[in-house]
């Protein structure tokens, strides 16, 4: 069974910076893509970031773009969300997500699993 689990959140000011890891186990296939995803209250879950098994092809939703890096470390099955310039409606609950194939992927539906997530509070 594959577990993720999501780490790293917290409560920061306008303008700070957050680290998330994301970390896999379990798994029984060797080649993944992964992605990051939020929940703010009220709102459906968007996209944040996405990243190919290689790390060669990353994608970003526009309202990151530029603040937000994600990458990975394949040798401890992490993955990373790098967040910067944080904004209050940067403000939500973030989640992990696996897909059992190498590419990347924008679209919730094709993610295998998903982690429990991890707040995010940005403070003003």
């Known amino acids: 069974q594959v577990q993720l689990v999501e780490s790293g959140g917290g409560l920061v000011q306008v303008g700070g910076s957050l680290r998330l890891s994301c970390a896999a186990s379990?798994?029984?296939?060797?080649?993944?893509?992964m992605g990051w995803f939020r929940q703010a209250p009220g709102n459906e879950r968007e996209f944040v970031a996405t990243i190919r098994w290689s790390g060669g092809s990353t994608y970003y939703a526009d309202s990151v773009k530029g603040r937000f890096t994600i990458s990975r470390d394949n040798a401890k099955d992490t993955v990373y969300l790098q967040m910067n310039s944080l904004k209050p409606e940067d403000t939500a609950v973030y989640y992990c997500a696996l897909r059992r194939t190498q590419g990347a992927s924008t679209m919730a539906y094709n993610y295998d699993y998903w982690g429990q997530g991890t707040q995010v509070t940005v403070s003003s």
């Open positions: 379990g798994r029984a296939f060797s080649i993944y893509g």
